[in-house]
């Protein structure tokens, strides 16, 4: 007979879940009891749980930056972005968004980590782009600031995975190499990190038609605001 017990701890995640208790709790809690249900040792699902959080450190990273960042957009770092981009003359939405995007795939390219959509563009690169479209046009339509915040995250969607690969340590090329080598056919990184730049470079260029065509449709919104002005003052 099939022993189900060990499921409790499927049980318990769903229960917890279902009344908002502590979500790390429970998950912790639903670990040691399905541990100890199958007879493991405590010390064992201690060392278990141990070593899990050792190989996921980087989601406690992630976990840490989501308060520091609502501490930041508490004392006005969304207000000192806006500011910053309304001071330049010449700043546009596709003009930030390139230069992000361009940033994002050469530090991708050099193997650095640099960006991504809690620590860059919530709280700095999608208020920057709206505060240069709002010195373009005026005040904003809804429409138009979500679809300017939209553009800003597949700005890093666009940076981060059409470039990962151009770094020549980047996991994603380790594998592939594995795998071609499993099948006998020998490849060198060094050659293959080369194969990802027409990628990356047509992900600018695709990312960059996108730019310019919002740059034309707040162009338009302008010059029929214009056109609606002087008509109310002709009237």
Same mark, same amino acid.
Not at 41 to 54: A, C, D, K, V, Y
Not at 132 to 137: F, L, R, Y
Not at 167 to 196: R, T
């Given at each position: 007979?099939?022993?189900?017990?060990?499921?409790?701890?499927?049980?318990?995640?769903?229960?917890?879940?279902?009344?908002?208790?502590? %979500?790390?709790?429970? *998950?912790?809690?639903?670990?040691?009891?399905?541990?100890?249900?199958?007879? *493991?040792?405590?010390?064992?699902?201690?060392?278990?749980?141990?070593?899990?959080? %050792?190989?996921?450190?980087? @989601?406690?990273?992630?976990?840490?930056?989501?308060?520091?960042?609502?501490?930041?957009?508490?004392?006005?770092?969304?207000?000192?972005?806006?500011?910053?981009?309304?001071?330049?003359?010449?700043?546009?939405?596709?003009?930030?968004?390139?230069?992000?995007?361009?940033?994002?795939?050469?530090?991708?390219?050099?193997?650095?980590?640099?960006?991504?959509?809690?620590? @860059?563009?919530?709280?700095?690169?999608?208020? @920057?782009?709206?505060?240069?479209?709002?010195?373009?046009?005026?005040?904003?339509?809804?429409?138009?600031?979500?679809?300017?915040?939209?553009?800003?995250?597949?700005?890093?969607?666009?940076?981060?995975?059409?470039?990962?690969?151009?770094?020549?340590?980047?996991?994603?090329?380790?594998?592939?190499?594995?795998?071609?080598?499993?099948?006998?056919?020998?490849?060198?990184?060094?050659? @293959?990190?080369?194969?990802?730049?027409? %990628?990356?470079?047509?992900?600018?260029?695709?990312?960059?038609?996108?730019?310019?065509?919002?740059?034309?449709?707040?162009?338009?919104?302008?010059?029929?605001?214009?056109?609606?002005?002087?008509?109310?003052?002709?009237?």
């Amino acid at each position: 007979m099939v022993d189900l017990w060990p499921l409790i701890g499927v049980v318990i995640i769903t229960a917890g879940l279902a009344f908002k208790l502590n %979500t790390l709790l429970v *998950i912790l809690t639903a670990g040691v009891v399905t541990g100890l249900v199958a007879h *493991i040792p405590l010390f064992e699902i201690l060392s278990i749980l141990g070593e899990s959080f %050792t190989k996921n450190r980087y @989601m406690s990273l992630f976990i840490l930056i989501l308060p520091m960042i609502g501490i930041l957009e508490r004392y006005g770092l969304r207000q000192r972005a806006e500011t910053l981009i309304g001071s330049m003359k010449s700043a546009s939405v596709s003009r930030v968004l390139l230069t992000y995007l361009a940033l994002r795939k050469l530090t991708n390219g050099m193997g650095l980590h640099l960006g991504g959509h809690p620590s @860059m563009i919530r709280p700095l690169i999608a208020p @920057m782009a709206e505060a240069a479209a709002e010195k373009q046009v005026g005040q904003l339509t809804d429409n138009q600031s979500q679809r300017i915040r939209c553009l800003s995250a597949v700005s890093e969607n666009f940076g981060n995975f059409f470039s990962q690969l151009l770094f020549i340590g980047a996991g994603g090329l380790l594998l592939i190499k594995g795998v071609m080598e499993d099948n006998g056919i020998e490849v060198e990184l060094d050659q @293959m990190y080369l194969w990802a730049l027409p %990628t990356a470079i047509a992900s600018f260029a695709v990312f960059a038609v996108c730019c310019k065509l919002e740059d034309m449709r707040l162009a338009r919104h302008l010059s029929t605001k214009s056109v609606l002005l002087k008509e109310q003052d002709n009237a």
